[in-house]
């Protein structure tokens, strides 16, 4: 009886591993959950925009964010095909009536992290590695959240996505709430909108303590040609010389299992008492 216990088990492992599911990601915040749980192995497509971590560079891609190619979808055959947001609806009934099922994995906010993550846990068979990171990293927004609501008196944050043209996340961006929960204020809150560009004028006018630039300058510093833009000599974060650069903006723009390391960093640039260099 205990031999045939054992036979038995042996079958399910062989069958767990025989019926593994195929998935194709079609957002790189999708890629990096997957393989942040140990599913990675079961990727066969990705999108061109997906490329962390490393080894995702292995993976075919079948198109890019939310436009994927039906042809390479319908030539790769994946069991699932899972998205955040579809440039076109009618790519997600294409991709239906090619027999592949489709899920949504929403994933906007950092609260929408862990329920994703825990979403996926259950569609991979990763269910314990994915409850285990879901649950440390809603622990983790939860300190923070404290940590937030004890500033009495929050620094204005102007976090500048791109610089031609200028361009910054409103109330319903991401980075929006990364920055409420590092205790800061978005000065792009007044703009119910998610990201969309600016006037050097309206940043002058909304004088931020905390300039944060999320790209680098092909020529010098992008802090630097902040810190030098004509006009903006009276602009607080200017005129204190917190104005700050070297971020990697796919931690700040994506809601991944990353999502602490990129509320930590904004927390320290924050609360930071160094001044820029330049």
């Known amino acids: 009886m205990q031999s045939s216990g054992c036979t038995r088990n042996q079958v399910k492992k062989a069958d767990h591993s025989v019926t593994k599911s195929r998935i194709v990601s079609l957002a790189p915040s999708i890629t990096e959950m997957m393989f942040v749980i ?14 962390w971590p490393a080894a995702a560079a292995k993976i075919p891609i079948v198109g890019a964010f939310g ?13 699932i095909v899972l998205d955040v947001d579809l440039a076109d609806e009618e790519t997600g009934k294409k991709i239906s009536a090619l027999g592949i099922k489709r899920e949504t994995i929403a994933c906007k906010t950092p609260d929408d992290i862990p329920p994703a993550l825990r979403k996926l846990g259950k569609l991979t068979g990763h269910i314990r590695e994915a409850d285990s990171l879901a649950y440390f990293i809603t622990k983790g927004l939860a300190v923070f959240k404290k940590k937030a609501e004890r500033e009495k008196q929050k620094s204005s944050v102007y976090l500048e ?24 204020q978005n000065i792009g809150d007044v703009v119910n909108k ?7 004028e309206w940043v002058i006018e909304k004088n931020p303590d905390i300039i944060a630039c999320m790209y680098m300058s092909k020529t010098r510093s992008a802090a630097g040609e902040v810190m030098n833009r004509q006009g903006w ?3 607080a974060a200017v005129k204190k010389r917190k104005v700050y650069e070297r971020f990697d903006n796919n931690i700040f723009l994506r809601p991944g299992p990353r999502v602490l390391e990129g509320i930590g960093q904004l927390y320290n640039t924050i609360h930071s008492k160094e001044k820029s260099s330049f």
């Open 233 to 235: 000599q009276n602009i």
């Open 67 to 79: 436009r994927p190619s039906l042809e390479l979808l319908a030539s790769i055959n994946p069991d």
């Open 38 to 51: 140990g599913a990675g192995d079961q990727l066969v497509g990705r999108t061109n925009a997906c490329d």
């Open 194 to 200: 998610d990201y969309f560009a600016i006037s050097q």
């Open 161 to 184: 996505i791109w610089d031609d043209p200028l361009w910054t996340g409103g109330k319903e961006s991401y980075t929006s709430a990364l920055i409420t929960y590092a205790g800061g």
